[in-house]
């Protein structure tokens, strides 16, 4: 959770003001950008990258950002966030009731990895750390180092291209080379296989690109929502309502049956 050193330090004046967008009668702007230019003329991409930086992206930066998106958009039925989607929507809620329920899965366990990740990146680019001093200091707290790992795949396939395409817009620098040098380190010596996964990548990339490492929750949240929306939407059009979601059966390891005293 946010402590009191992760706020922000301007203080309550009383009124309600934002740096993002400025409305009017007839007129919406955008980081100063009017609407219906930014229509005929950005992608969602470079308007995501915008809306978050405050200003413009290069080529290779839009492209960046389109890449990790559509890395995310989607892993099945089985995330937290889906199940509750398509539970509370087979429940008889509405689409966007349903993909709220999707979004409050996401915590610490479940895309969490991208912010607590770019965290550790950018305090060990920060301090000049080593891999091993990272993974060192990390072991020392009893601190797992999240975004390596994968409950399914041996190697993510989403990390290889992700990684291929920072490289080819520039974006290889000291936080990818870090992440790649914990995985390392993470192996060396060590049975387990524990790969960058695709929010490890994504969490040395946004490192990378500037962005602080409290909005990694909020890029995962925005590549998910179209997943979720689509996943509520056929269930909502293909199921019946209350259907059973999941193992039919499950164990009891409660007392047995008892009659009352």
């Known amino acids: 959770?946010?402590?009191?050193?992760?706020?922000?330090?301007?203080?309550?004046t009383g009124d309600w003001s934002t740096s993002i967008t400025r409305t009017g009668e007839g007129e919406l702007h955008v980081r100063g950008y009017d609407i219906c230019e930014m229509i005929r003329g950005l992608s969602f991409a470079q308007t995501v990258y915008l809306i978050l930086k405050g200003e413009l992206p290069s080529e290779a930066e839009a492209r960046m950002i389109e890449g990790m998106l559509v890395s995310s958009i989607d892993h099945g039925i089985t995330p937290p966030s889906c199940l509750a989607a398509r539970t509370v929507m087979s429940g008889g809620n509405s689409l966007n009731s349903s993909v709220a329920a999707g979004i409050l899965t996401i915590g610490e366990s479940?895309?969490?990895?991208?912010?607590?990740?770019?965290?550790?990146?950018?305090?060990?680019?920060?301090?000049?750390?080593?891999a091993a001093q990272v993974v060192e200091d990390c072991k020392a707290q009893k601190i797992r180092i999240p975004g390596y790992g994968h409950r399914i795949h041996a190697r993510d396939p989403r990390t290889s291209t992700l990684l291929e395409l920072a490289d080819s817009c520039g974006f290889t620098g000291d936080h990818i080379r870090l992440a790649v040098g914990i995985m390392e380190e993470l192996e060396r010596g060590s049975d387990r296989k524990l790969p960058l996964n695709v929010d490890g990548a994504i969490a040395a990339i946004i490192s990378e690109m500037g962005f602080d490492w409290r909005l990694g929750k909020g890029f995962f949240i925005i590549a998910r929502t179209p997943g979720l929306v689509a996943h509520v939407y056929e269930e909502w059009t293909t199921q019946k309502p209350m259907r059973k979601l999941g193992p039919l059966g499950g164990s009891y390891n409660g007392h047995p049956d008892r009659p009352l005293p």
């Open 1 to 12: 959770m946010p402590g009191l050193s992760d706020r922000g330090s301007a203080m309550n």
């Open 110 to 130: 479940h895309g969490g990895a991208i912010e607590q990740c770019a965290r550790i990146l950018q305090d060990g680019v920060c301090q000049n750390l080593s």
